[in-house]
């Protein structure tokens, strides 16, 4: 296998500004030394609560934002660019090549275009001039995420959620993208439409090969579509693994209290739950140490002094513990079926 | 069993707008018992929250509770009170007094312009005829008992100073001001992250305990159901489609769109890349709901012409009904 991306000690950090001078009072460190690397064809999750930087990450690689410090290889064809240091029309070249899905399809297609405009501007702004022949990509688009065809020349408020979240997924793939930056696509659906978009996600990977940054909160949604997962708290990766081996047994103390958090749907399952204490920190102002220890239930003292790197502990299998290798953590079993 | 507090009967709430009338609850009926959690579940505009709001008559215009019974046992044994026919004005004491409402999204339901604790003050008092300083001791009572740390200086900051976390701790201990026996909790953590989920939910399930608190859980999450209710309704575009114990939901659902909710969740446990079952198509508009059986353009285990005309009736009793045609009441 070869990567696709290679994320090297990825920093952003905010200026936070006060006063009339607006001078810079501290830094937010939003993201705060990541690395990660994408294999071609697969999906890796970026997961973690609120705040901890992974939807940061993930418009730094889109050079949505301008990364503070670190490298963002992106492998395409036989050259290898670093996306950190590209200038604006060298990205634009790029930007074909890696497209996003938006967490919120209410907010992210234009109501005044209809479906036909909104999935063909990006062919347009690409150089597809000719109208039939943008009109054919469109179809094969649209037949593509599932959308009847008919539906061409409808205004975004005519469709349901999940109808939207297609529109959106189809002008993701207009270009033929290789990597496909997914922020939270399903979060703002119901259920029952929500596996519908996970299942599409599915087979338009198997089909067209794509390579997935799947950005999530929810770990069963996660545990669905990902071949690995990196958890992520406070601005760092803590943990990095396969999904099967992150889910059954987790090597950082953080990644099991996330996982025993995650609510199940099978009453009466013994209630063990890890009940965090505290709450997460701010990343304008982190813990001395390593950023979890003041909610870890395995702190020591040497915790609160030395930031943990995120070290291979066994083979495939990444932690940012001191402790990782002498403690055994609790996962979540595979469902007997 | 013992005698329910809350027993809801038929409920019907319609809005009336300038397109027509939204049937928002359409016949829902359920009974709440003292120190147990009903679970009320539902997709997006099934009517579950528009059921809280009924029980407190709080439905906001141009909606209206059309029909219906909402009895409420008084806590001294006597007969139970229709409180869809009491005056206005007693009906401020129960709400809040007798049954409290939480809300999803903390941020919302405070006043941005006054601390904390003025706003749990003012229902201390409004219910409570206590003193301002009695007041003020009781509501940093209450923070503490809601596991707010360092509840006398929290009292006197303003919500955006608080993390969403500590915000539905503040609204928990808010509702439970005057120690309602009912308490109401609509999405009470679908704002939260899954670790600050977990505390909220051992906060409610430790106070019901204490207190034989009698809660309604309002969430589209089924593990949360799982996890924290002894009884569940379903409910689908204003109708109670079923309901049960939670064992019975789970183990043996008998509606359709409960089996395949269940079926089409995403879980921890599953194997990875694994496709999940889907419901075809999506919910219906509340414009274009559709006749018979609401469920019957979604349902993979459609009877016929039956489905499509006819709306099926509720089988059972309140302790565990279905309304649909497989289970029974076929014209």
């Keep these: 296998m070869t990567a696709l991306l290679e994320v090297e000690g990825l920093v952003k950090h905010f200026p936070i500004r006060k006063g009339l001078l607006r001078r810079v009072v501290g830094q937010v460190r939003a993201v705060d030394g990541v690395s990660f690397t994408i294999q071609k064809g697969e999906t890796l999750a970026l997961v973690g609560e609120s705040g901890c930087g992974k939807t940061t990450t993930a418009r730094c690689i889109l050079r949505a934002l301008t990364p503070t410090e670190g490298k963002i290889k992106f492998n395409i064809g036989d050259a290898s660019v670093d996306l950190a240091r590209l200038k604006r029309r060298e990205l634009r070249r790029l930007r074909r090549h890696m497209q996003m899905v938006f967490q919120d399809p209410y907010s992210s297609l234009n109501p005044r275009m209809v479906v036909g405009e909104i999935i063909g501007e990006p062919l347009l702004i690409n150089g597809m001039t000719d109208r039939t022949q943008r009109r054919k990509r469109v179809t094969e688009l649209m037949e593509m995420v599932q959308l009847p065809a008919a539906y061409l020349n409808r205004f975004p408020h005519a469709f349901s959620g999940g109808q939207r979240q297609r529109i959106g997924i189809a002008r993701a793939l207009a270009l033929s ?80 209290a996330l996982l025993s958090a995650a609510p199940t749907p099978v009453p009466d399952a013994v209630s063990t739950r890890i009940i965090l204490e505290r709450e997460i920190a701010d990343p304008a102002n982190p813990p001395p140490g390593c950023a979890f220890h003041p909610r870890c239930r395995y702190a020591i003292a040497r915790c609160a002094q030395q930031v943990p790197a995120l070290e291979e502990v066994e083979p495939g299998r990444w932690a940012a513990c001191l402790r990782a290798r002498e403690l055994s953590l609790r996962g979540i079993g595979v469902e007997a079926t | 069993m013992a005698e329910p507090i809350l027993s809801v009967r038929n409920l019907e709430t319609q809005f009336f707008g300038p397109e027509g009338v939204v049937r928002a609850v359409d016949g829902v009926d359920f009974d709440v018992f003292e120190g147990r959690t009903l679970g009320v579940v539902g997709e997006s505009g099934c009517g579950k929250s528009v059921t809280a709001r009924s029980i407190l008559r709080i439905v906001e215009r141009p909606g209206r509770v059309v029909g219906g019974q909402i009895l409420l046992r008084p806590a001294d044994g006597g007969a139970p009170v229709d409180l869809l026919k009491l005056p206005e004005a007693e009906m401020r004491s129960v709400r809040g007094g007798e049954i409290a409402l939480i809300f999803q999204e903390p941020m919302a339901s405070f006043s941005q312009y006054y601390t904390v604790g003025n706003q749990i003050i003012e229902a201390i008092r409004l219910h409570m005829h206590l003193d301002k300083r009695a007041a003020r001791a009781r509501a940093i009572e209450l923070l503490d008992m809601a596991g707010v740390p360092q509840p006398s200086r929290r009292i006197d900051e303003y919500p955006f100073q608080l993390s969403g976390g500590l915000r539905q701790r503040v609204m928990i201990a808010m509702a439970l001001a005057c120690d309602p026996r009912v308490l109401i909790a609509d999405e009470p953590t679908t704002a939260l992250d899954v670790t600050t989920q977990a505390q909220i939910l051992d906060l409610l399930r430790e106070l019901q305990a204490k207190r034989g608190l009698a809660l309604i859980l309002i969430t589209h999450d089924m593990g949360v159901i799982a996890e924290m209710a002894n009884d569940v309704v379903v409910m689908y575009l204003g109708r109670a489609v079923e309901s049960g114990s939670v064992k019975e939901i789970f183990g043996a659902p008998r509606h359709p769109y409960t089996r395949a909710l269940l079926r089409s969740i995403p879980t921890v446990l599953a194997k990875p890349r694994t496709r999940l079952s889907t419901i075809a198509g999506s919910i219906p508009h509340p414009f274009n709901r559709p006749k018979g059986c609401p469920y019957h353009p979604r349902c993979s285990e459609i009877i016929g012409t039956v489905c499509e005309t006819a709306e099926p009736p509720p089988i059972g009793d309140a302790s565990r009904e279905v309304r649909c045609f497989l289970v029974g009441g076929r014209p």
């Design chain 1, 177 to 256: 993208p290789e990597l496909i930056v997914a922020d939270e696509p399903v979060s703002a659906l119901d259920v029952s439409v929500q596996a519908q978009i996970l299942n599409l996600m599915l087979d338009l990977q198997d089909r067209l090969k794509l390579t997935y940054l799947f950005v999530a909160h929810d770990l069963s949604v996660v545990k669905h579509v990902s071949d690995r997962v990196a958890v992520m708290y406070v601005g760092r990766i803590v943990e990095l693994a396969e999904t099967e081996a992150l889910y059954t047994r987790p090597l950082h103390p953080y990644t099991e």
